[in-house]
């Protein structure tokens, strides 16, 4: 099953694919926005994970033992 990210980027390939593709240079405008809002939106979905992953690796670090200095 894909992420919902990865599919926001598939689907901001084929805009840009696209936009690559037509003559219209306001087709070609408009395409291009929407494949960048798809990338936008993408990011923006992934961003939760990346911090809740930040979160746990920093948990998870081992702390000093201050017993030593006693």
Not at 13 to 33: G, I, M, P, R, S
């Amino acid at each position: 099953m894909t992420s919902r990210g990865n599919e926001y980027r598939r689907r901001a390939k084929v805009c840009f694919d696209a936009a690559h593709a037509t003559e219209n240079e306001q087709t070609h405008a408009a395409l291009l926005q929407l494949a960048e809002d798809w990338l936008r939106m993408a990011e923006s979905y992934d961003l939760p994970a990346t911090v809740e992953q930040a979160q746990q690796q920093q948990q998870q670090q081992v702390q000093p033992n201050d017993d030593k200095k006693k």
